[in-house]
């Protein structure tokens, strides 16, 4: 199966819009949880992107897969990085996360050769 990796992490993006004209105050706390839970103090944010894409390969969500590995690219994450993350949301997430751990690597190397 073909995935495009930038789509479905623009469609993660417009579907938040959507949500936010839809239902405003919902996604203003939302969006302030987000802000406050990646806000860089102890833990850098491509340490953090990294940790949610390992959440998201383990809980199968393709959308976070999608937008995470960006998010981790944008960063400055490295192909190693992203494997490592992958290996351990495997340990954690058994067989199905190992066929969303091969899309976080497919997402890395197609969103890389984009941005060379």
Do not use: W
């Amino acid at each position: 199966m073909s995935k495009s990796f930038e789509e479905l992490a623009s469609n993660v993006i417009d579907g938040a819009r959507m949500l936010s004209e839809s239902a405003p105050e919902t996604m203003q706390a939302f969006s302030k949880l987000a802000m406050a839970a990646t806000a860089s103090r102890t833990i850098d944010s491509k340490t953090k992107e990294l940790m949610a894409l390992a959440i998201g390969i383990a809980i199968h969500c393709d959308g976070c897969v999608a937008f995470h590995t960006k998010m981790a690219h944008k960063h400055g994450a490295t192909r190693e990085e992203v494997t490592e993350t992958a290996a351990l949301a495997v340990y954690m997430g058994g067989g199905p996360a190992a066929v969303y751990g091969g899309d976080a690597l497919r997402a890395y190397d197609r969103l890389a050769a984009a941005h060379t």
